[in-house]
């Protein structure tokens, strides 16, 4: 335990304008200092820091306490860690009491201990970063980081500091380039290997790199002392490249174990193994960099890939984490809600990517972290699609994140393959444990009306279901006419029931586009609504743009020409973070500008419901065609024609 005295030194000494001066900027007021708060968002400063009595105070948020409290406040550190680290900079020596003499001298033995494997750490971070410059294979290393948008000779300041906070650089090709600096260091290797970055040859003497010919990335933990590393694997140099870097070649590579390989490649990613200062599943890749970003956004990013958030932070999104190599884990959410209560959930874009999405809930859930998901288009990951799309696009699909529960009835939906009874049961199955499992009313009963509006597009036999319960009692009379003509054996259950998930149950980035182009810009010019034209064409929204665009209406006929603040009450929540920032910053500042944009998005709407309409058309022309019943054909083909000429604008 931390002796009192140490703990009033600290207070004493602490500078509380100079700390707090890293994160806030100060301006004099008289006696104290004045700035805008990093513990809420505001626009005029009320955040006060009185350098006599070491002391902060806001006036907005009420947050108040001593240099000790604002490390607490501002980077989730505890008593402990606080004090140690302000003892550290003071050069304060932290004294402990309750502890006996040989107990105490334990305990400064173990620190010291610790403080040496923190250097060996850092000096291995230097060396990698150095490799990088001057290495002869690194060229592969530097051609990576620039096909990825982040070259070493940037002037991007955003690309200059993620390269430089996540210490990028090389673990050169060979076997023993950083132990035999460490040799020529003076270091430890003993120490060396219990932080296995080098390792024993399994046959001979001597010691392998752990990490070899592959990008590298640091990590830091809470405090930012380097941890441990993730490496990312280069192809493999030819002889060519390597007689040009003066290297021999090697025939017999070692795997991450040191176990022989020959001929296969080595794994995409190495990460350090536990050691005295990581233990996976305890840390997120990321979070120190980017804590202040994320108190600033009130969200964390979270995504798979540590490419990812190199790639993200480098293009200027800097709330961005990852989980580093492992299953999002409870105490990696518990470090996140230190610093928000939200998190987006923005894993790539494949099969895997949302088994990780759904597997994160449980997580999220036991630490108390609000979680969101971001949906990336299928196949894609968030450093590909923000060099294809740019980063705006990767912050529009932010903003779109839907509730996770949102997203699991998405899935359950999606699930619906054949059209089959068994197939529909099943789905409601899933739906109806996911509502049961929300223990917030309110968020139980918003769910249930997005379940209603999922289940009124399951289309059976050409037609749409209003809600759940009608979902519900057609398979559960399908089914039970199903087992009547099958007999004991049920091999026929289902009844014929022939059932389809309508395109608008997907919501993918295009889509929310489209709908927040239209919405912008009637929240620009709500008076829009009065156009004749523009009203036909907002007749085909759907979903949460029609219900956005019902409430701008009727707060616009009761206000007129003006929106109130309380439209934004009115507007579904996936499309509510879109809304208040465009009410915030309008786009256009001509109407009809906003005209032109909104007429053109509706288009694409009257197109999609078209597509939908003649889909549902087909399928009842092959209904009618196995039924043989002529009349019901004849008219659907000329239903199918009216609608293809409506569409070319010739009725």
Not at 14 to 25: H, Q
Not at 282 to 292: D, I, K, T
Request: glycine share 10%.
């Amino acid at each position: 335990m931390i002796s009192p005295e140490t703990i009033a030194l600290v207070k004493e000494r602490a500078d509380i304008v100079a700390l707090v001066g890293e994160t806030v900027a100060l301006k004099r007021a008289g006696r104290t200092f004045k700035g805008l708060c990093p513990f809420h968002k505001e626009k005029s400063p009320s955040f006060n820091v009185n350098p006599e009595r070491g002391y902060f105070h806001c006036f907005g948020c009420g947050e108040k306490g001593s240099s000790i409290d604002f490390l607490i406040k501002l980077e989730g550190h505890t008593f402990p860690e606080a004090v140690r680290i302000l003892a550290e900079r003071l050069g304060i020596e932290v004294l402990e009491t309750g502890a006996a003499d040989p107990d105490r001298a334990r305990l400064e033995r173990q620190k010291r201990e610790k403080d040496d494997l923190y250097a060996i750490m850092r000096l291995a971070a230097a060396y990698y970063v150095g490799e990088l410059a001057k290495h002869p294979l690194a060229g592969m290393a530097r051609a990576e980081l620039a096909r990825r948008g982040l070259p070493v000779d940037s002037e991007e300041p955003n690309v200059v500091e993620a390269l430089q906070s996540f210490h990028v650089g090389y673990a050169p090709w060979g076997w023993d380039g950083l132990a035999g600096y460490f040799e020529r260091q003076g270091v430890s290797l003993e120490l060396a290997e219990r932080l296995e970055l080098v390792r024993p040859r399994p046959n001979g003497k001597g010691l392998y790199d752990l990490f070899r010919h592959r990008v590298m990335f640091a990590v830091v933990d809470r405090l930012g002392r380097v941890v441990a590393f993730s490496g990312r694997a280069l192809g493999e140099p030819n002889e060519a490249q390597l007689r040009l870097a003066g290297l021999e070649p090697q025939r017999v590579r070692s795997d991450a174990s040191g176990a022989r390989d020959e001929g296969r490649a080595p794994p995409k990613y190495v990460n350090s193994p536990e050691t005295p200062l990581f233990v996976k599943g305890e840390h997120v890749f990321g979070l120190y960099q980017a804590r202040h970003a994320i108190r600033d956004a009130q969200q964390a990013i979270v995504v798979e890939g540590n490419f990812d958030v190199l790639a993200l932070h480098g293009r200027g999104l800097k709330h961005v984490v990852a989980p580093l190599g492992t299953a999002f884990t409870p105490l990696q959410a518990k470090l996140i809600r230190k610093y928000t209560p939200v998190a987006i959930v923005m894993f790539d874009g494949d099969e895997a990517g949302r088994k990780a999405t759904v597997a994160s809930r449980g997580p999220a859930h036991e630490a108390g972290l609000g979680i969101r998901v971001a949906n990336l288009p299928l196949g894609a990951d968030p450093d590909d699609y923000s060099r294809a799309h740019g980063i705006d696009a990767v912050r529009r699909v932010v903003t779109a994140a839907q509730g996770m529960l949102e997203y699991l009835l998405d899935r359950a939906f999606e699930g619906i393959k054949t059209g089959s009874a068994d197939e529909i049961g099943a789905c409601l199955k899933t739906v109806r444990r996911y509502l049961s499992e929300e223990g917030d009313a309110d968020v139980r009963a918003m769910a249930k009306a997005y379940a209603d509006r999922l289940a009124g597009r399951v289309l059976v036999n050409g037609r749409p279901l209003t809600d759940m319960h009608a979902l519900e009692r057609t398979v559960a009379a399908a089914l039970a006419a199903g087992e009547a003509a099958s007999g004991s054996d049920g091999t026929a259950r289902g009844g014929g029931l022939k059932a389809r998930v309508s395109p608008a149950s997907r919501s993918p980035v295009l889509d929310r586009a489209i709908d927040e182009a239209v919405l912008g810009a009637l929240l620009d010019f709500p008076e829009l609504l009065g156009d004749t034209e523009v009203a036909g064409a907002l007749a085909h929204a759907e979903g949460d743009l029609a219900l956005a665009v019902s409430a701008i209406r009727q707060d616009w006929e009761s206000n007129g020409s003006e929106l109130g603040d309380n439209v934004l009450y009115l507007i579904p929540r996936p499309i509510h973070l879109f809304a208040s920032g465009r009410m915030a910053a309008p786009k256009f500042s001509e109407v009809s500008e906003a005209r032109a944009e909104l007429l053109e998005n509706a288009k694409k709407l009257l197109e999609k419901a078209m597509r939908a309409d003649r889909t549902a058309v087909l399928e009842q022309m092959s209904r009618a065609q196995k039924l043989g019943d002529r009349d019901a054909e004849d008219e659907l083909l000329q239903e199918l024609s009216r609608r293809s000429k409506e569409k070319l604008g010739l009725s």
